[in-house]
């Protein structure tokens, strides 16, 4: 007989010796035992589990933030692609000639406008090319049609100052002055927009 049979054996004899009132109490105290550990293990699964789900959670949070600004990347980028397109386009503008123009085909009578020194952003390597306007006589809804009129011709077109006043000669007149400005991309070919190369003075 093995070890086991025999310890099973011993116990069973064990119980029949018990009267019916103890057997119902090992009974009841082995159910109570069973019960206890059956819940200990339940609580550690429980637990287990929950930790699990926290995680889980937590890099699936961490995943979907790391996707958002991915995608925030990507839009911007692309933003900033089309934006340097449209200054690429700010190439095409002769400002000059486009106020000349517009001013002509509104019937707008200007004073005298001139070139003023451009400006270069170094880190975007976006150009500002400006022309100061002076206009001595335009009512409000000519210079209201004239200026909306002239940011409507190209995205890279904007007016950046203006100074406007009555007209003391004729009151129901203004007499205004302002600066339009034309951003432009800088060429990114070899040599494009760059400033020519001082000569050297050679040696007597």
């Known amino acids: 007989m093995s ?30 035992v069973l019960l206890f550990v059956g819940t200990l293990v339940s609580l550690w699964i429980s637990s287990t589990l929950g930790g ?3 995680r889980i959670a937590d890099k699936t949070t961490k995943l979907e933030g790391m996707i958002a600004v991915r995608q925030k990347f990507e839009e911007a980028k692309a933003s900033q692609k089309r934006s340097q397109e449209v200054m690429r386009r700010g190439r095409e503008i002769q400002l000059m000639g486009m106020l000349e123009t517009l001013a002509r085909q509104q019937g707008v009578n200007i004073g005298d406008m001139k070139q003023a020194t451009p400006s270069v952003d170094a880190a975007s390597k976006v150009r500002e090319n400006k022309i100061e306007v002076n206009i001595k006589v335009i009512t409000i809804d000519r210079l209201v049609e004239f200026l909306e009129e002239l940011e409507r011709r190209s995205r890279t077109v904007a007016i950046r100052k203006l100074h406007v006043r009555q007209n003391f000669q004729q009151p129901d007149q203004l007499e205004v002055s302002f600066t339009v400005s034309n951003f432009e991309l800088l060429g990114e070919e070899p040599g494009t927009d760059a400033p020519a190369p001082a000569s050297e003075a050679k040696p007597r």
Request: charged share 35%; proline share 3%.
């Open 52 to 54: 699990l789900e926290r």
């Open 3 to 32: 070890p086991k049979q025999k310890r099973i054996e011993n116990l069973s004899a064990a119980l029949g010796r018990l009267s019916r009132r103890e057997r119902t109490m090992v009974i009841g105290l082995a159910a109570a």
